[in-house]
């Protein structure tokens, strides 16, 4: 299985348990590069869970790169789904990581002590558990704050 099938494979299975879930409850810039082993920051503490909504059952994908181009200069926070959010309600999510690269990195950090991130060296398909509270919470990758860099607004 190549690398890109995997990367494949881990996203369609990660939004099968989110959709199960659901039916359960109801910019471009020059290249950089890096080598350390992948891995993640440690999840805030979970709290009971917000109405999910428009939430995909309260799974999120911070995503970099692209399916296509791995390296890319793309960073987003989606639904399970695929589709961007902007806004989210409180509650507790699964962060799953879709870093497919060694040039970049996700990282999520915003109110309550939210800082979870991949290592920018290596590629990384964890996933998280997250508590947002209503702020604003700002997705980057480290080393390209400049030009991959969102936010998402989470409402109380």
Do not use: K, W
């Not at 199960?20 to 869970?49: H, I, M, Y």
């Not at 994908?61 to 806004?87: C, F, S």
Request: with cysteine.
């Amino acid at each position: 299985m190549t690398p890109r099938s995997a990367s494949i494979t881990a996203l369609l299975a990660a939004a099968a348990l989110a959709l199960a879930g659901c039916s359960a409850s109801g910019e471009s810039a020059p290249p950089s590069s890096g080598d350390a082993a992948p891995s993640s920051a440690p999840a805030t503490e979970p709290s009971s869970p917000a109405s999910s909504g428009d939430e995909a059952g309260m799974a999120l994908i911070g995503m970099v790169g692209t399916a296509d181009d791995p390296d890319a200069y793309e960073i987003a926070l989606t639904d399970a789904d695929g589709q961007p959010v902007e806004t989210l309600a409180a509650g507790d999510y699964t962060l799953t990581f879709a870093d497919r690269t060694a040039a970049h990195n996700f990282r999520l950090t915003g109110p309550g002590g939210v800082d979870v991130a991949t290592d920018v060296a290596g590629t990384d398909e964890t996933s998280v558990q997250v508590t947002l509270v209503a702020g604003t919470y700002t997705f980057v990758c480290d080393p390209h704050p400049a030009t991959m860099v969102g936010e998402v607004e989470v409402t109380g």
